[in-house]
């Protein structure tokens, strides 16, 4: 990824929780109750009426009490404001809160929490499990340890729209996995460790398969783009194809999900400044992204087929590593100048895009990247930026990103950009300046995508395509209610509810 401005990194934080669980249990130790900070109630815990009242809250969101043997069994509860006003009655208030709640539980010593889910299982079960996650397994001392918390919702408890609490844990199992694999340590996580690492994850599921190519695969194919980014790594590249194959008919055409699988970015020979490098072990964030997504919808087996593409390798300064002026001829011929060996994304996706439209007639094709610093400059961490040629795919992954809270702005995809790219001694340069660094990268990007229609049209037959460059997103600086600093594993929520709509669901 091209950086404009180094940052600091964020501290580490440590994994997946490991207490994700559809098993309904009902031996617990505490409540969680999401309340009406102007009427508390609570089936669940009918006392919290009064408990709430007398302990003097404000009516402000996420104000949390804790109150202790509210029933027979000597329970913990804790109650949390969801606010006043239209937004309180949202989702994302929901989520908030019982992210809240969930974190106060687990600290005072709560092991298995019933949820008083408010009417919304699914965003109940996604904002307590994103805010149990923490990635600190390589901590050796048992103080260090986190606490193993399931939650549950209550019994009997119903939801008033489609989506469940089984899909809100799935929702947010996938997303934590991005979040584990983006703070994993380049040197634990390499090409050959992440492709045994998504093996795993996939085991026993229906419809499913995967293939990891090798470097004479890729010779053999002409990714010589990818291959000219990895020839300055020691590592050996992988070239990872996830197959699902969920709709009727196994041959329909399928989306395409690519991901930059850069697992661990130092510039190359452009070397990035020390400030910050260490947090582009996270440079695979694309990657991680698109595989946790493909991972849902298989576990939700969602009636469409998907083909999954990942291009992984390190960026490093090795002795044959690109340099800035050499001149490389891509998948589909073109030629491109390197001028900044830094900009390797985008040569490792220019080879996998041209593959995924080419190869497997896709109807719509999505990347998602790491890809600039410039993006982080324009959006910075709220809305992960996307380009598209299509009117129709935007409004679908705009609709997505706003039910889970997981949002895009649209960036433009302008042929007047194209001079800062086309100007040089190849067909293309990879990079274009400082300048709109972002709609360069995209439009890049585009040069290799095949079947879209020449100009922004909805042309039939067409290829719709959208760029993600969730480089801005890649990592929280502050941490939210159910969002820790580190890495976030967005936007695979949105992915997945994209996903799900595409294949029927409301």
């Not at 996604?126 to 919702?153: C, E, I, M, R, W």
């Not at 990103?401 to 997981?406: A, L, N, P, T, Y």
């Not at 293309?428 to 990007?445: E, H, I, K």
């Amino acid at each position: 990824m091209l950086r404009l401005l180094p940052r600091a990194p964020s501290a580490a934080y440590n994994p997946v929780i490991r207490t994700l669980t559809l098993r309904r249990t009902m031996t617990h130790d505490a409540y969680l109750v999401p309340v009406d900070p102007t009427a508390p109630s609570s089936t669940v815990v009918p006392s919290i009426t009064s408990l709430w009242g007398n302990s003097k809250p404000k009516d402000k969101a996420n104000e949390t009490r804790l109150f202790y043997n509210v029933d027979d069994k000597g329970c913990l509860a804790a109650a949390v404001s969801l606010g006043t006003g239209s937004k309180a009655k949202s989702p994302e208030a929901l989520r908030k809160a019982v992210g809240t709640g969930i974190k106060k539980l687990r600290d005072a010593g709560a092991t298995s929490v019933i949820v008083d889910a408010s009417g919304d299982l699914h965003a109940a079960a996604v904002g307590t499990h994103l805010a149990l996650f923490k990635y600190n397994h390589l901590k050796t001392a048992q103080k260090d340890a986190v606490p193993s918390v399931t939650v549950n919702p209550a019994p009997n408890a119903t939801s008033t729209g489609e989506l469940g609490w089984e899909t809100g844990v799935i929702y947010a199992y996938s997303q934590n996995l991005a979040r584990e694999l983006m703070e994993t340590p380049a040197n634990l996580l390499t090409p050959t460790l992440f492709t045994e690492r998504i093996k795993k994850e996939f085991e026993g599921l229906d419809k499913v398969e995967i293939k990891v190519r090798d470097k004479a695969w890729a010779e053999e194919k002409g990714m010589r783009t990818f291959l000219s980014v990895a020839k300055g790594s020691s590592e050996p590249c992988k070239f990872l194809e996830i197959h699902y194959k969920g709709a009727p008919d196994a041959n329909a055409q399928p989306l395409v999900f690519v991901g930059k699988g850069i697992t661990f970015d130092s510039g190359g020979i452009s070397l990035k400044p020390g400030a910050g490098m260490k947090l582009m072990r996270g440079d695979m964030g694309g990657a991680a992204a698109v595989s946790s997504a493909t991972l849902a919808i298989a576990k939700l087996k969602l009636p469409i087929n998907v083909v999954t593409l990942v291009a992984l390798t390190e960026n490093m300064p090795g002795p044959a590593a690109n340099k800035p002026g050499d001149v490389i001829y891509a998948i589909n011929g073109k030629t491109i100048e390197i001028d900044n060996t830094d900009a390797e994304g985008r040569l490792i996706l220019a080879d996998t895009l041209w593959y995924g439209s080419s190869e497997f007639n896709p109807h719509t094709v999505i990347d998602c990247a790491t890809l600039t610093g410039a993006m982080d400059v324009a959006l910075g961490t709220v809305y992960t930026g996307v380009f598209s040629t299509s009117d129709s795919l935007w409004d679908e992954l705009s609709t997505a990103g706003q039910s889970e809270h997981d949002r895009f702005w649209r960036m433009p995809l302008d042929e007047a950009y194209g001079p800062q790219i086309y100007s040089s001694n190849a067909d293309l340069c990879n990079t274009g300046g400082r300048s709109a660094g972002s709609c360069t990268a995209a439009l890049f990007l585009k040069s290799f995508v095949k079947g879209i229609p020449s100009e922004d049209d909805e042309s039939e037959g067409a290829v719709r395509w959208a760029h993600v460059d969730m480089a801005g997103t890649m990592d929280s600086t502050r941490g939210e209610a159910y969002q820790e600093k580190g890495m976030t594993g967005r936007p695979v929520r949105a992915f997945v509810e994209f996903a799900r709509r595409l294949s029927g669901g409301k």
